[in-house]
Every structure is written in structure tokens, then in C-alpha cells.
């Protein structure tokens, strides 16, 4: 591939990615979703502001497109995907960035020692992981002693959710809620999956991985209002937002920030 990517190593899963199919557009998917992509990058900042980091990893990264926002609190960024196709795009994406490498490579088996990386960042790779913990595991693994990890989830219990599930009767489920049509899933479509807050932070902790903060992202992410209010405005809100409505786990979307322990 190109100059800056490495091939997969032995412990790489050569599994066929389903976003290496062709109809998969990754940068028109964002092409209309300017208000989460710039709420993700609030939060990335707002997590990273004041720190500096030698090696950082973003796992499922795709295109690049948090990559390059990383590269502001690192010195080197390796941008890990299982696709061919994303990391082409990325060809692309990132001419202007000779500081970030990408390497084919699947959050299951990552290509990376043990203990080898500074920051792993992990964002809108949880929603198809029905059971993370091969994922979370291998993160933990290769994050240094006193280093971090931010890992983002699609959010089970948000605002809206529990008004849904409060009107059914039914209490928020606490085990990982696939949200497809029936239509999708008997035609073997990737799994979109819901977690529970609490599930996340339980399983970040069996890997050894604390979480410090979390975040309460995309919090208006409802079409009428990013159809009728000002995009500067919308996110003037979530940045009001993103703090104070964490502990109600209020947006669609969660971002946690976890360490693991440094050395005694």
C-alpha cells in the first residue's frame, strides 16, 4: 500500500473485513453529519487537552478521520484498520500527515507489543460488538503501564431511550442490545449494537483499564433540531453539555477515558 503503511503481522486476523465491500462510502457517510463528527472531536480535545502522548493508536480508525486530531496531542499516530479499502481512502485523507502510519489491523489482534503505546483510542467500533472482550483485552494489552485509553460506546441507556422503554414498561437492559431490523440481521449485515454504561466500565475494569472520565456526547443529536438550529448554536450546547449530563448518561453516545495502573 503506501508509503506509510505497514502490513498486517502474524498475529493479525486475516479475516475479510464487511467494510472492504463496495458499497461502503466512508467520507460521504459524514458528509452530513458535521455536528457529530464535531461533537467527537470536542470530546476527544476536551479528554486530551493538556496532555502529550509519544505513540498513540487509533483502533478502528477508518479513514483517518479522528487521526488527524490526535496527532495534536502526539508525536506519532498509527492509524489500525482491518479494511484495505478504509485505509486506501486514507491514502488520500492523509497526504499532509507524514507523522501518521496506518497498519492493517483488526482490534481483535492487534499488531502491537505489549505495553508499546502511549494512548489507544477506540471510537464507533464498541456499536458492532455484541461482546467487546476480546477487544477491550487486547487495548489493555497494549497500553503501557500509567497509559490511556478512550473508548466510545453507543449508549443504551440516553434520554430518549429511557422515555421509550419507560412507555413499554420495560426496565433498560444491562446485556448489549442489537438494534437491527430483523431484515438486517437475517441478511447478515453488521451487527449495530447498544451497551449499558455500566456494563462498559466493568468490563474496561476486568482488563486492568480505570476509568477516570466520562463523557455524554452527541447530545442533540435529533434530526428536527439539526434541521432547524444553527450548527454553532447546537454545538455552543454540547459543549454546555458534554460534562454536567454525564453522570445521567444522557447522550447516544458515551466516551469513557480509562488508565491503566502505572508500575509499582
Request: proline fraction near 7%.
Amino acid at each position: 500500500m503506501g508509503i506509510n503503511t505497514i502490513a498486517a503481522g502474524k498475529g493479525t486476523s486475516t479475516v475479510p473485513s464487511q467494510y472492504d465491500d463496495s458499497d461502503v462510502d466512508y467520507l460521504s457517510y459524514w458528509t452530513g453529519r458535521s455536528y457529530e463528527h464535531r461533537a467527537e472531536v470536542m470530546a476527544l480535545s476536551r479528554l486530551l487537552q493538556g496532555r502529550r502522548f509519544g505513540h498513540a493508536v487509533d483502533v478502528g480508525g477508518g479513514y483517518g478521520r479522528l487521526s488527524v486530531i490526535l496527532r495534536q496531542y502526539a508525536d506519532r499516530v498509527t492509524l489500525a484498520d482491518p479494511s484495505y479499502r478504509q485505509l486506501e481512502v486514507a491514502e488520500r485523507y492523509l497526504p499532509r500527515h507524514p507523522a501518521i502510519e496506518t497498519r492493517l489491523s483488526d482490534a481483535a489482534h492487534l499488531d502491537f507489543a505489549p505495553a508499546s503505546v502511549d494512548l489507544a483510542v477506540m471510537v464507533r467500533v464498541l456499536h458492532h460488538l455484541p461482546d467487546p472482550a476480546q477487544e477491550l483485552s487486547e487495548i489493555a494489552r497494549i497500553v503501557r503501564p500509567g497509559g490511556y485509553a478512550i473508548v466510545e460506546a453507543a449508549n443504551v441507556k440516553h434520554a430518549v431511550n429511557r422515555v421509550r422503554y419507560w412507555r413499554n414498561g420495560q426496565k433498560i437492559p444491562t446485556m448489549p442490545v442489537d438494534i437491527r431490523s430483523e431484515a438486517n440481521r437475517t441478511s447478515g449485515s453488521i451487527p449495530f449494537v447498544n451497551h449499558h454504561p455500566a456494563a462498559v466500565i466493568r468490563q474496561l475494569s476486568a482488563c486492568g483499564l480505570q476509568v477516570e472520565r466520562v463523557l455524554s456526547v452527541s447530545n442533540l443529536r435529533q434530526p428536527a433540531l439539526k434541521r432547524f438550529m444553527p450548527e454553532r448554536l447546537l454545538l455552543a450546547a454540547e459543549y454546555a453539555m458534554q460534562v454536567p449530563l454525564a453522570p445521567l448518561s444522557f447522550g447516544p453516545s458515551l466516551f469513557f477515558m480509562a488508565r491503566r495502573a502505572p508500575a509499582v
